[in-house]
């Protein structure tokens, strides 16, 4: 087996190279031009005038050499994130921002998601990255640190996804593109402008048969957008978006020794008496159903400097899930089955107003607004088999084992202030967030696990930036964090018995130091310094198939530094380097986990390098990419078997042509080249120590995209 095991060594190598290996500004504008961010502000900012560590990944990053099948494809690029692609569309991504998010093993937490304006994440805190639709992305902001507070429930930081609005003549366009293991996917999309009003829509198919055993998926998604201009001083918005995918296969994790054996392979399962033996995800035919649909308007209105914004959304999601529970497991009365169920109804409001007003010499902006959010879920839990005189069937619906109605209700009012006076931005911000959960048993045979808990905290934040120069600025900030327990994470006790309205919120205090530079107008440079300690730090207590329970830890400290750099070089050449340090610990022991142990699901060291080359008329580029992280625990004792550390280098190359009223635009992408075989992300606490969830090898990716302007 060719098998990539790197870890601080390979990093600060490449570390050494990085200054050669990386693209050109993620805004994709010269270093030297302002970048306008909304993440952190909520309003137009230059990015270098905000005391707070953004990035941004333009259009042409996310859409231009990508399927834009997964938010992972262009967010590697970002440093402090960790984002992997589980080769698991049954349970989305796994996305961490300084190590906050990394224990999820379900969708995204710890990290807010947003797009549009809208929430993609619920109110507990939890979301899902698959809706966001990137056929249409214009630009993603993520937002890591103590600013990350200002959006509520959350500790790590925000994800903002913006799309593209309809302008100007009529054009059509379709991409078709296709991949190594069966991947394909096909999108048509329209925009505009009619009578005054831009419009959008946009429809995709992707399917893939899987690179690990039982992987098998397949995707729809649809979107549309219109933009209407009422008078020349408001604008309304008006956004809705599918996603449907059915009977997606889980290949679960797998042991270390099955990784070894092969690891695309699943794990067999010891008790299977039928030869040959079947993998668990075979004979429990683990898959997960999901249909989600959102709609949602936004309307501001302009009084000179002043803004009045109002935003009203809504949506429902249902979920099936089968899981790989033994017939002998789920036998407890108190056990909720091997069967997933759930309808959810979801909705909320956010209205602001920012007022200017000139202050000692300054220009002081606040907003003061108020959030609610609600979800409602209708949720059942059901045996996976059915034992009858032919014998017991596994990875079908079988008796009710929970019933129940679980409602979320989340009211954050906040306040935030900036100030601008000569070579000072004073930002100061203030969030109350309050989390009720509600829940009402209706399957009253083993016990009732009906009851309600509230969580509420004041969040502050403060940064201070300073200008040193044109080309310099200086910031530090600082905030208390909040982080509630999610619903799924509340849903299961150790053991799997009812409701843990035991657990508490995580409480974090976040501290920051960095620096902006730009020199001259072709080279950008970002560094961030930060701590961040966390008390009550939820962690898994334990894993088992898939159904995960957690508790609340003692202390936790994180450290660490970030550093990305853009250049222009000569001849059509560009460099980019975004590399992160994080030391993420147990300060206090707890159970058999000593102080000093590793946060698991954390890498110590992350990088993205790129060397691109673009021809000068933009016909032709080309690009060689470098991603790295050093190894990884999977459980909190550290006395497992780590994923080791890895590298991998991409290759991608790209072309357009214009004919009259065509335009056409060719990639060609080859991912992991000397085909290493490493992990890929790991599945934390997991009780039958499967932690592990393999990487591809070496995978092609092609695609074609035309487009017509009318």
Known sequence: MNRAVCGMNTIAMLCAAGAAAAEASPSGEAPGIPVVIVTGSRVEHDISNFPAAIDVIDARQIRDTQMRVNASESLVAVPGLVIQNRQNYAQDLQISSRGFGARSTFGVRGVRLIADGIPATMPDGQGQAATFNLDMAERIEVLRGPFSVVYGNHSGGVVQLFTREGHGSPTAETTVSGGSDGMWKVDLNAQGETYGMGYVVDASRFGTEGYRAHSAARRDQGFTKLNFKPDADSKLTVSASNLSQHDTQDPLGVTWASFERDPRAGEIDATDTQPPKRTLA?????RKSIDHQQAGAIYERRFGEDRLRAMVYGGNRSVIQYQSFSRAFQAPPTHSGGVVDFDRDFYGADLNWLFVRPLAGGKLSTTIGIDVDRSLDDRKGYENFIADQSGVRFGVKGALRRDETDVL????????????????????????????????????SNG???????????TPVLGVLYKVDRGLNLYASAARGFETPTLNELFYSSGGAGFNFRLAPARSRHLELGAKAVLGSDTRI??????????DELVVDSSVAGRTSYRNAAQTLRRGAEVSLDT?????WSARLALSMLRATYETGFGAVQPGSRLPGVPRASLYGELAWKEAGGRFGAALETVANAKVFAEDTNTERPAPGYAVLNLRVQARQEVERWRFK????????????????????DANKRYYEAAPGRLWAAGLTAEYRF
């Open 409 to 444: 209700t989340s009211v954050d009012p906040y306040l935030q202030s900036e100030w601008q006076g000569g070579p000072w931005v004073i930002t100061a911000g203030l969030r109350h967030s309050r989390l009720k959960v509600e829940v009402s048993d209706r399957f009253l």
């Open 666 to 685: 060719q990639f060609l992408r080859l991912n992991n080249l000397f085909d290493r075989q490493y992990v890929g992300s790991v599945i934390v606490g």
């Open 448 to 458: 009732n696990d009906s009851g309600r808990i509230d969580y509420r905290r004041t």
């Open 568 to 572: 222009s070089l000569a001849a059509g």
């Open 282 to 286: 075979e004979r429990y035919d683990t």
């Open 526 to 535: 970002d560094a961030a310094l930060f701590q961040v300690r966390t008390d």
